[in-house]
């Protein structure tokens, strides 16, 4: 499937008038795919997919004690309910706001840097460091941990571990023990162990959640805000929109806060405009297995089928979306539309009981950081912007975003 399974399964369906349900097979692995709002729904919000297949690096990298891998039981509901209320919930995010503040200052002098040092920008280094403080000490509280070493040799493996996770790993499908196609098998042993020798970790379900918590994080966030800043490059009109609007709410001098965001409507639906042409998860990074037989869209499925939702594929069906390849934001102002969840057209952190738990954390770093750096700066293009995209673990651009950075 390679760096675009999205796509590629999104034209299989489609020349197949399959986009309610595809069944593929991968090996011995029986595969549905749903392109469609309402087998979507079906799949996500269901009783029957409610388990995630176990692929070979999610064990071997000790996922399957963490959240977003742990089988739909009681042990699931416990870590679920435990980090809801410690990491998600409305006032530990709230609580956080001073640390994304200093961060996205830090951010902002290291374009200031980077523009005096090279005489241009790659944003990606600055907002993967800065995502991976805000996780580091969100998660651990400590600010040494994010900016020392261990912070750094944190990163490294994070790093690692997204790409073990997003290699295709033959024995996922044919499971012949013996063989370790690319290796995969012999790197994941290999970060497992550095990942156990960090001492602030100690026990076993804690190491999982933890470090599932400043893996999932990390990434995701940096990426869509890469995606974000280059779509303000490329479509200068609406980035002189949103600073416009920023402007008129906020003032020359005066800083943005959190609670400002809810008055900045152009800034969501930007967002969100992008969240529907380049979502970070575009098949929802993580599929579901069946638990039980089920009927659906009148389909025999059978217990321990894998279920995809393909996203992407939904989010530019024209049929749905009025021009889906153009980027408009203003389509998010003139209908209300909630990304959260409840309406399958546009569900970039899936949906029912397995949906993102991390979604408004994400959403409230994403919207203040981007509405900081658009009031600091005009962003210029350096060189034409490649909007090319490649599918590791996450959706992300397929080279680095390089452009001007002027102050306003
Ligand atoms: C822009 C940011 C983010 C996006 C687009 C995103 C997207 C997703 C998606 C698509 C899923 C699968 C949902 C499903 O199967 O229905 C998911 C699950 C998950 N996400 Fe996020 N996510 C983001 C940020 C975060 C953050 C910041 C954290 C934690 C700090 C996080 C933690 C998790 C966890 C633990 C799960 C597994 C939930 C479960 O299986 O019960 N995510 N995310």
Request: positive net charge; hydrophobic residues 40%.
């Given at each position: 499937m390679g760096h675009h399974a999205h796509r590629k399964l999104a034209s299989l369906a489609s020349s197949l008038h399959a986009t309610r349900l595809l069944a593929i097979s991968l090996g011995s692995t029986r595969v549905i795919v749903s392109s469609h709002p309402e087998t979507a729904k079906e799949i996500l919000c269901?009783?029957?997919?409610?388990d995630r297949p176990i692929k070979e690096s999610t064990h071997l990298l000790m996922f399957d004690r963490a959240i977003g891998f742990a089988p739909s039981g009681e042990y699931w509901r416990h870590i679920r309910k435990i980090a809801s209320y410690h990491m998600f919930s409305p006032r530990r995010i709230s609580s956080l706001e001073g640390l994304r503040q200093s961060i996205v200052d830090n951010m902002i002098g290291e374009v200031w840097m980077e523009m005096n040092e090279r005489?241009?920008?790659?944003?990606r280094g600055i907002l993967q460091k800065g995502s991976l403080n805000n996780m580091l000490e969100s998660v651990f509280g400590s600010s040494d941990f994010g900016l020392n070493n261990r912070g750094y040799e944190l990163g490294l493996m994070v790093k690692e571990g997204y790409e073990l996770i997003g290699e295709f790993n033959w024995a996922d499908y044919f499971?012949?023990?013996?063989l370790d196609f690319y290796g995969v098998k012999r790197r994941c042993n290999k970060l497992a162990t550095r990942v156990n020798g960090l001492d602030q970790l100690s026990d076993a379900d804690m190491v999982a959640v933890l470090w599932e918590m400043v893996f999932r994080g990390i990434d995701n966030v940096a990426i869509l805000l890469e995606w974000i800043m280059a779509r303000m490059v490329v479509h200068q009109d609406i980035q002189k929109k949103v600073q416009h609007e920023i402007d008129m709410f906020t003032g020359p001098n005066i800083q943005i806060h959190d609670s400002d965001i809810a008055n900045l409507p152009y800034l969501q639906a930007i967002v969100k405009e992008v969240l529907r042409l380049?979502?970070?998860?575009?098949?929802?990074?993580w599929a579901r297995l069946s638990t039980h037989d089920v009927f659906l869209d009148k389909c025999f499925i059978p217990a321990g089928t894998t279920a995809m939702v393909n996203m992407w594929a939904i989010a530019h069906d024209p049929s749905i979306w009025l021009d889906p390849w153009a980027f408009r934001p203003e389509r998010f102002i003139e209908e209300d539309f909630?990304?959260?969840?409840?309406?399958?057209?546009?569900?970039p952190f899936g949906?029912?009981?397995?949906?993102?738990?991390?979604k408004a954390m994400g959403l409230a770093t994403v919207h203040l950081w981007a509405a900081r750096l658009l009031k600091q700066f005009k962003w210029v293009p350096s060189q034409p912007v490649d909007l090319g995209e490649c599918l590791k673990f996450s959706l992300e651009m397929k080279k680095p975003l390089v452009c001007y950075a002027v102050t306003r």
């Open positions: 269901g009783s029957a997919f409610s005489g241009f920008v790659e944003l499971p012949l023990g013996f380049h979502p970070p998860g575009p098949l929802l990074s909630s990304v959260l969840g409840s309406d399958l057209r546009l569900a949906s029912g009981r397995r949906v993102c738990p991390g």
